[in-house]
């Protein structure tokens, strides 16, 4: 149980989350939802009220939120300034804004700072996001790209959120222009990442694949 880091990217709904957690439960590794960090500093920004478009002002509040994250893949939490912020998080308001929050420059270099810390205070993990295999762990032991039909994407969130596939799917739309054209780290498929498309696959068929691949890889 050395070290070992596999990096998930991929859009929204490509089933990232689901299959990181199965996968670092199974192989006794921690996870890291990044994707959980950029959208509690979207709270704190809502909640400071400051313009989304004011990248100072954004910059300036996500340096000053106490942000606090779990790895473990049973159940973690987030917790903002002591706010527990598990649910407010995926609710609509931080889900529409987080995209301009997370396409800020200072935002981005301050997460990933704090990613690759808990990377190396785990040694173990498996973190999960749209640019981990690109930047925050270009030297992970495996690289993930996960990807789905809009539709299958759609449809996965939509039951997830008990929402509406249509509006879901143009949401999703929405997302992934914005986190793949940003300048700053945008979602991208590093070079060396295994593309895996789970439109037709099942989450233990995914996940097994995963296990495969580590193995090859010892
Ligand atoms: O994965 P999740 O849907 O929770 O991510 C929410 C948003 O956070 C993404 O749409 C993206 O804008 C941003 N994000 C990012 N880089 C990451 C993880 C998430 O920009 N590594």
């Known amino acids: 149980t050395g070290r070992c880091v596999v990096a998930v990217d991929g859009p929204s709904g490509s089933g990232k989350s689901t299959v990181s957690r199965r996968l670092a439960a199974g192989i006794g590794a921690r996870y890291l939802d990044t994707g959980a960090m ?16 004011d990248a100072e002002s954004v910059a300036k509040v996500a340096g000053e939120v106490d942000l606090r994250i779990g790895t473990d893949p049973r159940g973690y939490g987030v917790t903002a300034d002591g706010v527990n912020v598990d649910a407010e998080i995926r609710g609509p308001e931080v889900t529409g804004a987080v995209s301009a929050v997370a396409a800020v420059p200072a935002v981005r270099a301050l997460l990933v700072a704090r990613q690759r810390q808990m990377i190396v205070n785990a040694g173990r993990i498996v973190v999960e996001g749209r640019d981990i295999g690109s930047v925050v762990a270009p030297d992970a032991d495996l690289k993930v790209y996960l990807t789905a039909s809009e539709a299958a994407r759609a449809r996965r969130r939509s039951a997830e959120d008990a929402a509406d596939v249509a509006a879901t799917a143009a949401d999703l739309a929405r997302r992934d222009k914005l986190d793949s054209t940003r300048k700053a780290d945008p979602l991208q498929q590093a070079p060396d990442a295994v593309e895996l498309d789970t439109t037709e696959l099942g989450i233990d068929e995914v996940v097994a694949k995963l296990r495969e691949l580590l193995t090859e890889r010892g």
């Open 38 to 53: 950029y959208r509690a500093i979207t709270w704190a920004v809502l909640r400071s009220g400051v313009d989304l478009t």
